[in-house]
């Protein structure tokens, strides 16, 4: 079955960096637009970080622009999202997300479980 298992949360400090990981499983993970959201508390989910089937095209939120890079290794069957400069305001459950839409429009997508994310000091 499709399996999406983030790791790599914890607590930091501001200004560290933390690396998130996801690793996909249970369906042809090269094939699928993979992207992180994140979700604070009292707040919407919102869209971190969107990277293309081959790694080339990338999005980022304005917010995390300069500061987050997401990469996958499809390889690995791997997604990641390196965040440096953490702010307390990027505390928040991460989510990994799959999507892939078929050739006849019909969208199909996948979450993980999250991950927690606390910056503080």
């Known amino acids: 079955q499709v399996q999406l298992v983030e790791s790599g949360g914890g607590l930091v400090q501001p200004g560290g960096s933390l690396r998130l990981s996801c690793a996909a499983s249970g369906f042809s993970f090269s094939s699928w637009t993979m992207s992180w959201y994140r979700q604070a508390p009292g707040k919407e989910r919102e869209l971190v970080a969107v990277i293309t089937t081959a790694g080339v095209g990338t999005n980022y939120l304005d917010s995390v622009k300069g500061r987050f890079t997401i990469y996958r290794v499809n390889a690995e069957n791997t997604v990641h999202l390196q965040m440096n400069s953490l702010r307390p305001e990027d505390t928040a459950v991460y989510y990994c997300?799959?999507?892939?839409?078929?050739?006849?429009?019909?969208?199909?997508?996948?979450w993980g479980q999250g991950t927690q994310v606390t910056v503080s000091s």
């Open positions: 997300n799959a999507a892939f839409t078929s050739g006849l429009g019909r969208k199909y997508d996948y």
